[in-house]
């Protein structure tokens, strides 16, 4: 039952990370809808990249259309620099301050020993595994590197199951417990010191 209650608490604060992704998404729409709604600016660029190719003005559009290409991918690349950002903070956040996420609160799991360095530790391996390698594998397929984006989704995988399988097991620590010397425990569920039994000699 514990190991059900941290799989659902981890769905809940990856729904989370994924709240925040979709309002990256669309604040990077945005930011990219009006590169390309934005006329004067369009004008006086492709005005300027006629002039300076000495009237070519196959070589003007060229330069016009990579120009608005690298911006749209610099702005897809800081949206998940942010959403790296993001997910680290909100873990290393609650459980430096709190000793647990949202999703191990409304499940009653608590971090032990997540005193502000190992939380930044825990925090640092969970969004790794989590965010920051499917990321990279995101931001190299933008870049145009189709095989290394597949090795690197494919990392992304394995780095996901190293961190999560291990809480199947009997010990029940991720990963990121491992490397952090943490330990999740249940809150709660113990049986009070009035209730056990009384031992006599």
């Known amino acids: 039952m514990p190991k059900l209650r941290r799989a ?3 769905s ?3 729904t989370l990370v994924v709240t925040a992704a979709s309002l990256l998404a669309v604040l990077t729409f945005n930011r990219i809808s009006t590169l390309f709604a934005d006329v004067p600016d ?3 660029r492709s005005g300027w990249e006629l002039v300076t190719s000495r009237g070519d003005v196959v070589e003007a559009s060229q330069g016009l259309g990579l120009s608005l290409w690298n911006k749209t991918v610099l702005y897809v690349e800081q949206a998940f620099g942010a959403l790296v950002v993001i997910a680290f903070l909100y873990q290393w956040a609650c459980l430096a301050l709190l000793g647990r996420t949202v999703g191990k609160a409304l499940l009653g799991l608590r971090v032990e020993s997540a005193a502000r360095g190992r939380a930044a530790v825990r925090a640092a391996v969970t969004t790794v ?4 390698v499917y990321a990279l594998a995101c931001v ?3 870049e145009g590197q189709f095989v290394l984006s597949v090795l690197v ?3 992304a995988v394995v780095f996901f199951l190293l961190n999560a399988v291990p809480v199947l097991s009997p010990g ?10 943490t330990t999740v425990t249940a809150l709660g569920f113990s049986t009070p010191a009035a209730m056990r ?3 006599t000699s």
């Open 129 to 132: 595994a989590d965010v920051l």
């Open 140 to 142: 190299l397929l933008i």
């Open 12 to 14: 809940i604060d990856f």
């Open 153 to 155: 989704w494919a990392a």
């Open 8 to 10: 659902v608490a981890w």
């Open 42 to 44: 369009l004008a006086t």
């Open 197 to 199: 039994p009384v031992r």
């Open 172 to 181: 029940g620590r991720s990963l990121a417990d491992r490397v952090a010397g």
